[in-house]
């Protein structure tokens, strides 16, 4: 596996290899890999020839409150695991190297979709998460790009922004890969104290529950989200927010009359979660 900090080195080995005629897949990530995002590699890796993997904790993407100086960092782990699980190149850059500048004053800004779930709450998080990636796909040229639906708006912002600037980039998602106790894997489960870890599964039961409650034909989405919110609380968090929306646009819903997300962002302690399922409305 290669190693690379610099846009230059990364830049050069991606026109390498297209120019033996073999495809991309880029893997962006912040690090502090898991299990989640190793089957985003297994997944890239049946898609295409090489298979590259970005880890950058990107500051554009955190608010002044919020968990960058948290955020954990396990760089050795992270090697070893790319290592391990057949990573062809590893683009490692810092923060002046993506950033030259210093201050971003150029932004990608997808609307309307970002309105909505943590956009709302996190109303800056977005035209971070859009740039880089964008600088990514510009740096890199990928011939597909992975994502996990864990993060489900980010996915589908990115193929609004893919869609609507005309990269040439394929964009795939893999499942959410959960804990054994059913826990949507993240690289903040780590931040969480012993008691919080316990606690967090509620998360799932709620939104396992209104899975099965929609396929039983409950339409009703007061009671669908409120049955969500006290199950959560219920278990010692703080909710950011529950909304179930259409799957496609993410416009919150009144009844559950089509494929709809339930989706969920909650604090245990000072650790933020999300998670979501898909909504089936019965007969």
Known sequence: MEIMETIEEIAAFAEEEKRSGRGIALVPTMGALHEGHLSLVDKAKKLADTVVLSIFLNPTQFAQNEDLDKYPKTWNEDLNACENRGVDALFAPTSLEMYPDGPQSTWVIVEEITEFLCGASRPTHFRGVATVVAKLFN???????????????????????????????????????????????????????RENRKKAVAINKALDNAVKAAAQGTKDIDKLK??????????????DYVEISDAETLTPLKRLDKTAVAAVAAKYGDVRLIDNAILKHGI
């Open 226 to 239: 409120n049955a969500i919110s006290r199950t959560i609380e219920e278990s010692g968090a703080t909710l």
């Open 139 to 193: 740096i890199v040229r990928p011939d597909v790009a992975v994502f996990g639906e864990k993060d489900y708006q980010q996915t589908l912002i990115i193929k609004k922004m893919v869609r609507e600037l005309n990269f040439h980039v394929e964009i795939a998602t893999a499942p959410i890969v959960r804990e054994h106790d059913g826990l949507a894997m993240s690289s903040r489960n780590k931040l969480l104290t």
